[in-house]
Nanobody, 128 residues
Framework: QVPLVESGGGSVQAGGSLRLSCQAS?????????MAWFRQNPGKEREGVAA???????NYADSVKGRFTISQDNAKKTLYLQMNNLKSEDAAIYYC?????????????????????WGQGTQVTVSS
């Protein structure tokens, strides 16, 4: 069973908006998890976009500050990414990531190596 399932990707014109969702499966729901959004283009490294720390404070990549908003619904175990004023350089496959923990973790990391559960990705295309 896939732990994380993303949805909401699509094709928009520059300046448009999309809202991505990441639904945790039953596996992830039974534990606490640090969660984040990443994106990747062919031939490039996976880039951290936004994450939430243990105090529910967001951490954003400089390239998306002021345009993207990360949020989570703990009751529904769903992570969201609201993307506004999309630019052509935002086009990528977007991935939801999680790291399950049982103690105390700071969370909020934008490094891919800190996460060990990944969704299948959802494509975002931005046309100019």
């Amino acid at each position: 069973q896939v732990p994380l399932v993303e949805s909401g990707g699509g094709s928009v014109q520059a300046g448009g908006s999309l809202r991505l969702s990441c639904q945790a499966s039953r596996y992830t729901r039974s534990a606490r998890a640090c969660m984040a959004w990443f994106r990747q283009n062919p031939g490039k490294e996976r880039e951290g976009v936004a994450a939430v720390n243990r105090d529910d404070m967001p951490n954003y990549a400089d390239s998306v500050k002021g345009r993207f908003t990360i949020s989570q619904d703990n009751a529904k175990k769903t992570l969201y990414l609201q993307m506004n004023n999309l630019k052509s350089e935002d086009a990528a496959i977007y991935y939801c990531a999680a790291r399950v923990f049982y103690g105390d973790e700071a969370c909020g990391w934008l490094e891919a190596s800190m996460y060990d559960i990944w969704g299948q990705g959802t494509q975002v295309t931005v046309s100019s």
